[in-house]
């Protein structure tokens, strides 16, 4: 980026909210089905059709808004945005405008600058265009329309494209945290539009800004954002002016293109819906709703870091996935030992997750802090320990029962462990020999003979001891 | 008041193709319909749009129920293709 | 000419058949074909007909309307029947589905025979301006039957239904119903479903009956009415048996005449007998303001049209109605559909509510009419806390001579008494009360405050039933 310049950058995020039903039918909110399949006579804009409006959509709207820090209103209009576009059945969409659900709140990045919201509305989402060719013209599917979407509008407070990134990261997983929305940015669940503008350092002039679209990934925002800046930086060096446009971004071709807009395009005629009455917000339903929210991640980064005293190394990996968070958060409800139960997560568990398919943890948490337990007992060796947790992964069940099933337990006396040390160190007197040299080493050996001859019972410890007493 | 009416903005916005004749014949018509409507510039009334406790929408539950076919939704479709409605292909 | 409660206990009583009464009817629609009020008789409705009967023969209870045919607007939808809305546009649209009032006609057993002609999308005073041509007055084929459900009404009025279901947004079933002579309803707001309804103005419309005599629009009422979880604005409020308002007296009944409607009467002799009438009766008469009154013309020509341009934004020869043959890209769907297939007068309403909805003209209109439709509310309210209904008349005269009024502003003016009603949301019925120099009827409409339709009926019956004119 130029130094001799600042970039002004606001988000638009659209999020599609984690629902059964649409936002104003009850035709199921499902992505993947086949064409025109989840759809009714309000979601297709048939005529005498009329929306009733989601509970449910309202209370993750509210709770975005809680998230977010938004004051809640305690009436909500919904008005309509009249277009004509043939995603668009009705030629309006149902949108909010004048008492959005929540007003104001914000972001903190991990620099502690705050990223101002100017709200977050509720809205229907658009059906979707299929473009095929010439003969057989583009195909409207309305499954996606009526599916509700939450838009949270950003104050123009981002400065760079990494701020613009780190922003949208703590967005979703706030959302995604609090089961609002999954925010599958591959689906479309999760969508960006950048409103960007360039000024000549410390001027108070504002330049004019271009919104761009079709921002499918945190990746292609990022570029986006880069390629805006400096396209719009050049054309002001070269004197030529920024025009005011709405472009969309060719994630392929790494360039952004004006659309062609119709003059009349911006008038959008809002009015209330007179089919929606207003919406009363009830206190109590916002506190209800405040009480079901989980911690969420910038929350659970500090009880991380300072409750439990984790590395920041430890913490980053727990919070990068909810599920991480909460399996870590449930197991040491079982097991309170932080930092134990963090390295057996990250050492033993993680690497069985596919990262292929949908992010799921691989075995119950109540399972894995039984393991610990037996392990801590001695009643499992390391090694039969992380055996043990495979064979949860692999057949899931009880530990108990899968650790006898496998012959696991620990179960091997004293006496045993040596009678096997001392045939062990009968057999190999080299190795008894090179012990007084380079006994470290050398004791690693024995230890793994004496697992092996054991089955993997033998407490390691205890070999050690023995093998003090024996060859010191 | 007198409101200069852009009949050409209105048909764009109204998706309606006019002709010369009509759209003299509505901008004709509507300076006697604005006299009309204009008289509400008359009524003396400043308070904001009250917020009628009434007038508060009942919410549904979030429960899926049935809806239409494919074959219903297509219906009256005036050109569908492949499940769905067509129109000639957009230059976007 | 049997009423709908006769019909009712005749067909049940086994008296009648139902598939006889339905021949019956048809058979009027088809003698008078030449008032063009009923566009389409259904196919079906002898073989609904007849195995209602079969039904009724083998002793099953069928519900409160057994048998009997009832015509609807052709802006109501009836799964697999065409709701044309009178209009080029939608002559080939075939409902995918029930509205609510249709349901709850079937499911108390009516014969829905046909579908009666409108002004197109409900935009009109008088029926002229459909597509299936001009419906005539039931009483003089030279004049207008009213509008917009003027063949709802005339197709009542000329014993072709015993009952017809019309809609009002402005007083399009009052006004027709003061045109030939017989009764119509526009329920409180929210009163009746308007699910499966093509809406004009959503905040406006209701669905009302049309009968031929006040206990029977009670009756159809007490069927009609009701909350519907399919409609958002519909009241939730329990529904009377309207049939209580009937053969009451109305000794002490307040009735309140309001000083600014008198001012705005051609003529108000007719009125005043009436008036006086009241007060012979018993009835208490009080005067009452209603200070922006007038005001409700010019309020509900600013939001009708705004809603209406938003409502029909859905026509577009995409999804249903005609596209235009001559349509090249998506644009000229949009535009060559619509310029062909709505109407002048729709194109006009849709041009006025997108300017009065119009960046930068937003504030002046559509804020300023919502906040004078506030104000008239609050003094319909307190009227009511003075008096239990109010009168004026329906129309400024007689059903007017058919292409006697071609300006759109003195149609839109007709609309004075009717507008009010509905931009207060109240229920308001029209009954004859008087005739006109020509001898054709006059109208006199009662309204009361919202959800008040016991008192409505209650004087309005008491008059059909007492007034000598009657």
């Known amino acids: ?472 | 008041m007198a409101t200069k009416i852009d009949i050409d903005h209105l048909a764009n916005l109204s998706a309606l193709e006019l002709t010369d004749e009509q759209k003299a014949k509505f901008e004709k018509e509507f300076e006697g319909i604005m006299e009309l409507v204009e008289k509400i510039s008359q009524a003396n009334v400043s308070d904001e749009i009250e917020y009628d406790p009434i007038d508060v929408s009942e919410l549904r539950e979030d429960e899926v129920k049935q809806g239409l076919t494919q074959e219903e939704v297509l219906t009256n479709a005036p050109d569908k293709k492949q499940g769905c409605f067509a129109v000639p292909l957009m230059m976007e | 000419m049997s009423t709908i409660i006769e019909l009712v206990n005749k067909i049940k009583s086994r008296e009648l058949k139902s598939v006889d009464v339905v021949k019956h009817y048809i058979d009027v629609i088809n003698d008078k074909k030449e008032y063009n009020a009923v566009i389409e008789v259904f196919d079906d409705a002898l073989d609904i007909a007849k195995s209602i009967d079969e039904r009724l023969d083998k002793g099953e209870e069928l519900g409160k309307l057994a048998g009997v045919p009832i015509v609807i607007k052709d802006n109501i939808l009836y799964k697999g029947k065409i709701a044309g809305c009178a209009s080029k546009f939608m002559q080939d649209y075939r409902a995918e589905y029930n509205s609510t009032v249709v349901n709850k006609l079937i499911s108390e057993g009516a014969v829905i025979i046909g579908r009666a002609n409108m002004d197109e999308f409900a935009m009109g005073g008088s029926t002229e301006k459909s597509v299936y041509g001009p419906c005539l007055n039931a009483l003089d084929k030279t004049r207008v039957p009213g509008g917009s459900s003027g063949g709802s009404a005339c197709a009542v009025a000329g014993g072709m239904t015993p009952c017809a279901l019309g809609t009002d947004t402005g007083g399009s079933i009052r006004q027709p119903s003061s045109f030939n002579g017989i009764v119509g309803i526009k329920p409180t707001y929210g009163r009746v479903s308007r699910f499966g309804i093509v809406a004009f103005a959503s905040s406006l419309d209701q669905v009302g009956p049309i009968t031929t005599n006040v206990a029977d629009n009670a009756y159809m009422l007490s069927i009609l009415a009701g909350y519907d979880e399919n409609d958002g604005t519909s009241l939730k409020a329990e529904v009377p048996n309207y049939m209580n308002a009937i053969n009451q007296d109305i000794k002490g009944v307040k009735i309140g005449i309001c000083n600014q409607v008198k001012a705005l009467m051609k003529d108000s002799k007719a009125f005043d007998e009436a008036v006086e009438w009241f007060k012979s009766q018993g009835a208490e008469i009080i005067n009452v303001d209603i200070k922006d009154i007038e005001l409700c013309l010019p309020v509900y020509y600013i939001l009708a049209p705004a809603e209406a341009s938003s409502n029909l934004g859905r026509f577009d020869g995409v999804k249903y109605t005609r596209r235009s043959k001559d349509a090249n890209t998506l644009e000229e769907i949009y535009s060559k559909s619509r310029s062909e297939g709505f109407g002048a007068e729709v194109q006009r309403r849709i041009m006025l509510g997108n300017f009065v909805l119009s960046s930068g003209y937003y504030d002046a209109y559509y804020v300023k009419a919502k906040k004078v439709q506030q104000a008239v509310k609050k003094q319909f309210k307190e009227a009511f806390s003075k008096c239990d209904c109010i009168i004026m008349p329906t129309t400024l005269g007689e059903a007017y001579k058919i292409g006697s009024i071609t300006n759109p502003v003195d149609m839109y003016l007709e609309d004075i008494f009717t507008i009010p009603a509905n931009i207060a949301g109240i229920p308001s019925i029209n009954i004859p009360y008087a005739k006109g120099p020509n001898g054709l009827p006059l109208g006199l409409q009662v309204m009361a405050k919202e959800l008040n339709e016991m008192m409505v009926y209650r004087v309005a019956d008491y008059f059909e039933k007492n007034h000598k004119e009657n």
């Open chain 1, 1 to 472: 980026m130029r130094e001799d310049y600042d970039v002004v950058i606001g988000l638009e995020v659209h999020a599609e909210l984690n629902t059964n039903t649409k936002v104003f039918c009850s035709c199921p909110n499902h992505f993947g089905s086949d064409t025109n399949t989840n759809c009714c006579p309000v979601c297709i804009g048939l005529p005498g059709a009329l929306p009733i409006l989601n509970k449910r959509a309202v209370e993750l709207t509210i709770k975005a808004g809680l998230c977010m820090g938004c004051r809640i209103n305690d009436i909500a209009v919904f008005e309509r945005k009249n277009y004509f576009y043939p995603d668009l059945s009705k030629a309006y969409q149902i949108s909010q405008l004048e008492r959005p659900i929540c007003i104001g709140g914000g972001v903190q990045l991990d620099s502690g600058k705050f990223i101002r919201l100017n709200r977050i509305h509720l809205e229907e989402d658009a059906g979707k265009l299929i473009h095929k060719n010439a003969s057989i013209g583009t195909l409207i599917d309305y499954n996606r329309g009526g599916v509700p979407l939450i838009e949270m509008v950003s104050e123009p407070d981002i400065t760079s494209a990494d701020e613009a990134v780190e922003y949208l990261n703590k967005l979703r997983n706030n959302l995604v945290y609090a089961g609002i929305a999954e925010c599958k940015m591959e689906q479309g669940g999760m969508r960006c539009d950048v409103n960007l503008s360039v000024k000549k350092k410390g001027s108070n002039e504002l330049g004019t800004r271009t919104e761009m679209k079709n921002l499918n990934s945190f990746r292609s925002v990022q570029r986006a954002i880069e390629y805006e800046t400096m396209r719009q930086i050049e054309l002001v060096e070269a004197g030529g002016v920024v025009r005011q446009e709405t472009r969309k971004w060719d994630d392929e071709k790494g360039e952004s293109f004006s659309m062609r807009s119709k003059e009349s395009a911006n008038d959008y005629r809002y009015f209330p819906d007179p089919d929606l009455l207003s919406v009363k917000i009830e206190r109590d339903l916002v506190e209800k709703l405040k009480a079901e929210l989980p911690k969420l991640p910038m929350e659970r980064r500090k009880i991380y870091l300072e409750e439990y005293s984790l590395p920041e190394y430890d913490v980053d990996i727990l919070l990068s996935q909810k599920e991480i968070s909460d399996f870590f958060d449930e197991a040491l409800t079982y097991y309170n030992e932080p930092k134990t139960l963090a390295n057996w997560i990250m050492t033993e568990v993680l690497k069985y997750v596919k990262t292929e398919e949908e992010f799921k943890m691989p075995l119950k948490a109540k399972e894995l802090t039984e393991v610990l337990k037996m392990y801590d007992q001695k009643a499992l060796s390391q090694a039969n320990a992380k055996s043990l947790i495979e064979k949860l992964i692999n057949e899931g069940g009880d530990a108990k029962e899968l650790a006898k099933k496998y012959n696991l337990i620990n179960d091997i006396s004293d006496d045993a462990v040596e009678e096997a040390l001392k045939q062990i160190i009968e057999a190999n007197p080299k190795a008894r020999e090179d012990y007084k040299v380079n006994p470290d080493k050398i004791s690693t050996f024995f230890v793994g003979q004496v697992m092996r001859a054991t089955k993997g019972k033998a407490n390691p410890d205890k070999v050690k001891e023995l093998l003090n007493k024996y060859l010191n």
